[in-house]
């Protein structure tokens, strides 16, 4: 089966800079995605790392190590509107659903 | 707007009513999914389609679960006997198979609450 762990509350100021970190248990690995939702909204894609290394898209970048079976999801130059959950999601090799495994999400308060 | 949608957007029914909700996804996209995503949790997996067809189901979808997606385009998902444990945000994604399936593009849900 897959699980995957990450912070479920995160508080930072504005203008700073967040990390959220996600490891994952996963028979099979094909990539991990981030997805930002905010309360009574949709999960909207943020990024995806299926190599080791950075994904840099604006103020958020995401980092993935396969062999730590870790990731995180950077976000830089804060803003009020960051304030959301966060979700990490994998996919298996082996599934042709192309369906994600979410975490349980991290709590991101930006505070003036 | 040609994102993925989802009515209704809320639904309070009674335990033991039949429900349903409607997807309109991405008209593009080949793959449509419903996930179930309970409060502080992230969305869990029921089922998904490629076309019309549908080719897997959660175990978290009982038999009270039934989906559809007629000739490859809106899906419903229709929960009969409605249980208080069936309260949750029902979320529709849609993609295309292809170099950037790994990209899901959710619709805003509909919540259910069963009283």
């Known amino acids: 089966g897959q699980s995957l762990e990450q912070p479920s509350e995160v508080t930072a100021v504005e203008g700073a800079i967040v990390q959220i970190n996600c490891t994952y248990q996963?028979?099979?690995?094909?990539?991990l995605s981030w997805y930002q939702q905010h309360d009574g909204g949709a999960p909207t894609f943020l990024s995806y790392?299926?190599?080791?290394g950075l994904e840099e898209t604006g103020r958020f970048s995401s980092f993935l190590s396969r062999s730590d079976s870790y990731g995180y999801l950077l976000l830089q130059e804060l803003q009020m509107k960051d304030s959301a959950s966060y979700f990490c999601a994998v996919r298996a090799s082996w599934d042709s659903s192309y369906k994600l495994i979410f975490g349980s999400g991290t709590r991101l308060l930006v505070r003036p | 707007d040609t994102g993925v949608s989802q009515d209704p957007r809320h639904k309070i029914t009674k335990r033991g009513q039949n429900v349903t909700f409607r997807c309109d996804p991405i008209s593009e996209h080949n793959r449509l999914y419903w996930y179930r995503q309970t409060l502080g949790q992230g969305p869990e997996f029921l089922t998904y389609?490629?076309?019309?067809?549908?080719?897997?189901k959660s175990r978290l979808l009982s038999d009270r679960f039934s989906a559809e997606r007629p000739k490859g385009s809106f899906s419903t998902l229709e929960i009969q006997r409605t249980e208080q444990g069936d309260s949750a945000m029902y979320l529709c994604a849609s993609s295309l198979v292809g170099v950037r399936s790994t990209e899901a593009f959710f619709g805003q849900g509909t919540r259910l609450t069963v009283v």
């Open positions: 996963t028979s099979g690995f094909y990539g």
């Open positions: 389609f490629q076309n019309e067809a549908q080719l897997e």
């Open positions: 790392n299926a190599l080791d």
